[in-house]
């Protein structure tokens, strides 16, 4: 996502990460993979406490490893709010690719 950054903003489109851990656990993997969060160039959110994950019916549907935890899955939001695009991963890997993403919100411009 990273590398599109650019092609959200033009667009139009706010691209937001929601990690199910706590800050510092979202922290250390980013120092893990030599980042920080100002270098992602969107917002990392945290909801350690399940509560988005839990709206959007992706709370600790997965097993990954020996925990339980959330499954992966991508939403695509207009500005009313409607859902207009939705994956739920199969696995923790099923996940859409930014240019997936990206031609999903083309769609939203008339």
């Known amino acids: 996502m990273r590398d599109k950054v650019q092609a959200f903003n033009e667009a139009n489109a706010q691209l937001l990460i929601v990690d199910p851990h706590e800050s510092w656990s979202a922290k250390r993997f980013l120092k893990d993979v030599g980042l920080r969060s100002g270098d992602l160039g969107y917002p990392l959110l945290q909801d350690p406490t399940q509560t988005v994950s839990a709206a ?30 939705e994956r739920r991963a199969k696995t923790f890997a099923d996940r859409p690719s930014a240019t997936d993403l990206l031609n999903e919100v083309a769609k939203l411009t008339p």
């Open 56 to 85: 959007y019916g992706v709370a600790m549907q997965m097993r990954i490893h020996t925990e339980i935890s959330n499954r992966p899955a991508a939403f695509v939001i207009d500005r009313d709010g409607v859902i207009r695009y």
